[in-house]
Nanobody, 124 residues
Framework: VQLQASGGGLVQTGGSLRLSCAASGLIFGGYLMGWFRQAPGKGREFVAGINGSGVRKDYADSVKGRFIISRNNAEKTVYLQMTSLKPEDTAVYYC??????????????????WGQGTQVTVSS
């Protein structure tokens, strides 16, 4: 299984970025996908999650109303559209996959597969 995250970069406060995570080696539609982030000196925190069909989504309070998670199962890709970015959004962003359950997991330790991360830097 491989997860390849991309789309990070440097953006000013209030700007937007769209992250992508391309998956291979798994039946993509059968997996819950999540986005996490890790800032320097901090732990890995949940950002957003989406179930296999794309119907159920969950977000961290800190990004609700600004970030949107979506997926295209035919293309085996999950996206994170980020708008109204703030300096505190600066972090390495990771995508992750786990077999589905009733809920969207927010704990990083539960996810089985991880991408390599993509850096997002928001300047003030």
């Amino acid at each position: 299984v491989q997860l390849q995250a991309s789309g990070g970069g440097l953006v000013q406060t209030g700007g937007s970025l769209r992250l992508s995570c391309a998956a291979s080696g798994l039946i993509f539609g059968g997996y819950l996908m999540g986005w996490f982030r890790q800032a320097p000196g901090k732990g890995r925190e949940f950002v957003a999650g989406i179930n296999g069909s794309g119907v159920r989504k969950d977000y961290a309070d800190s990004v609700k109303g600004r970030f949107i998670i979506s997926r295209n199962n035919a293309e085996k890709t999950v996206y994170l559209q980020m708008t109204s970015l703030k300096p505190e959004d600066t972090a390495v962003y990771y995508c992750a996959a786990v077999r589905p359950a009733k809920y969207i997991y927010t704990q990083a330790s539960i996810y089985k597969y991880w991408g390599q991360g993509t850096q997002v830097t928001v300047s003030s």
